[in-house]
């Protein structure tokens, strides 16, 4: 008597950014932990599953990479994702550093991975000190053909539309139509998940800023 088996799909996700940008916080939200904000700093990597849903009500089996941000575990982080469907960068708006860090990130990305699908997360934006505009964020994501989502590990805001965005893209790309070029990083896509939305002169999406 024959058997059917039916495996499993995996998507493999892994998370890039400076040290203290929220990446341990957004993936513990994400996968059902209560926020703390007093996360130890992650040191090398953590793999982590979940399943998940996928749009057309499929579950899946998702790994999620939580790396570490500072400079010298760089590449070894990296290494790590080599084989990585999508990367989530996760910058903090109360932390230039994160922004201007973002670029080497985002190289070594383009150096050394398989061309994975790439999202941006703006993070903490429940803080009111931020250190950079919205415009500097969208110009960053427009220059490198990035979507990107405002983040809020603490009151669970963004995240969650923001991965279930990159999973489907992934799931489309590697179960459906593989060759559909328009599905990855097309520079359509570039948009923010928030109330009060409006798009402005530079063609991004943009929302109010919420205290």
């Known amino acids: 008597m024959e058997t059917n088996i039916i495996e499993t799909k995996v998507i493999k996700i892994g998370f890039l950014g400076n040290s203290m940008a929220g990446k341990t916080s957004i993936i513990n939200r994400f996968i059902g932990l209560e926020f703390c904000k007093d996360n130890m700093t992650t040191i090398g990597s953590n793999k982590l599953e979940k399943k998940y849903k996928v749009k057309n009500n499929e579950d899946i089996k998702l790994v999620i990479w939580d790396t570490a941000g500072q400079e ?5 982080a990296i290494k790590s994702l080599k084989a990585v469907d999508g990367i989530i960068f996760v910058i903090s708006v109360v932390d230039k550093s994160s922004l201007d860090n973002l670029y080497e990130w985002y190289n070594a990305v383009k150096d050394s991975l398989n061309n994975p699908i790439m999202i941006l997360f703006a993070n903490h934006i429940d803080q009111e000190d931020w250190r950079m505009t919205e415009e500097e964020i969208c110009k960053y994501a427009k220059e490198k053909e990035l979507a990107y989502f405002l983040t809020s590990a603490k009151n669970d805001k963004g995240i969650n539309e923001g991965l279930s965005y990159i999973i489907n893209e992934i799931y489309d790309r590697k179960f459906g139509n593989k060759n559909n070029d328009n599905i ?5 896509n570039i948009i923010i998940k928030e109330d009060n939305k409006k798009k402005n002169k530079s063609g991004c999406l943009r929302s109010k800023k919420k205290k």
């Open 184 to 188: 990855n990083n097309n520079k359509n």
């Open 72 to 76: 010298r575990f760089r590449a070894t």
